[in-house]
């Protein structure tokens, strides 16, 4: 079973940074992709960056240049630095992981954590 942990959001004023950290734990397994979601109230769950194995990254238009997304690999950790923050980035932001076993090929959510962008 695999189980993701995210920490880093809170409460910045426009222009601020925050730092967004999601840990896997478990065994047995290892991770092909990792991905942040975020959802803002009265809109749907829309993909904001992503990274793969090899490294490879992708960014919603409306946040590349501003966000970073990366890794850790010793500790299973994908972490989204976040700069020049607008009100319009206030969202739940989900962490989203991508493992493969010898076997299967699954994903798994984290619990969500809150960033509002406010003066």
């Known amino acids: 079973q695999v189980q993701l942990v995210e920490s880093g959001g809170g409460l910045v004023q426009p222009g601020g940074s925050l730092r967004l950290s999601c840990a896997a734990s478990g065994s047995g397994f290892s991770i092909y992709a990792m991905i942040w979601y975020r959802q803002a109230p009265g809109k749907q769950r829309g993909l904001v960056a992503a990274?793969?194995?090899?490294?490879?990254?992708n960014y919603a238009p409306s946040v590349k240049g501003r966000f970073t997304i990366s890794r850790d690999n010793a500790e299973n950790t994908v972490y989204l630095q976040m700069n020049s923050l607008k009100p319009e980035d206030t969202a739940v932001y989900f962490c989203?992981?991508?493992?493969?076993?010898?076997?299967?090929?699954?994903?798994?959510w984290g619990q969500g954590t809150q960033v509002t962008v406010s003066s």
């Open positions: 989203n992981v991508i493992v493969v076993t010898s076997l299967t090929k699954s994903n798994y």
């Open positions: 990274i793969t194995s090899d490294g490879t990254t």
